[in-house]
Nanobody, 116 residues
Framework: QVQLVESGGGLVQAGGSLRLSCAASGSIFSINVMGWYRQAPGKQRELVALITSGGSAIYADSVKGRFTISRDNAKNTVYLQMNSLKPEDTAVYYC??????????WGQGTQVTVSS
């Protein structure tokens, strides 16, 4: 079985920072891409950031310059450093892992709430 354990969400004031972590464990063969998505109430889930095993990253336009994604391949862990948070960043954040053989896994989600 594969588990993605997320941590780091919470309540923060606008302009503040949070760091999300997601550790993957279990029978995962060859993780390729790790990333974060988010879903706000009444909205569709959207991509926040992705990072490849080689360290190449892409970001949603709405978070560029404020969020930084990184990963520790030895620990199968992905991080999302979120700075200059805005109320519109409020959402449930989900960790996503794409592995070999077309396997894809999701975390349970962690709530991020930014107050104005």
């Amino acid at each position: 079985q594969v588990q993605l354990v997320e941590s780091g969400g919470g309540l923060v004031q606008a302009g503040g920072s949070l760091r999300l972590s997601c550790a993957a464990s279990g029978s995962i063969f060859s993780i390729n891409v790790m990333g974060w998505y988010r879903q706000a109430p009444g909205k569709q889930r959207e991509l926040v950031a992705l990072i490849t095993s080689g360290g190449s990253a892409i970001y949603a336009d709405s978070v560029k310059g404020r969020f930084t994604i990184s990963r520790d391949n030895a620990k199968n862990t992905v991080y999302l450093q979120m700075n200059s948070l805005k109320p519109e960043d409020t959402a449930v954040y989900y960790c996503n892992v794409k592995a070999a053989r077309g396997n894809e896994y999701w975390g349970q989600g962690t709530q991020v709430t930014v107050s104005s």
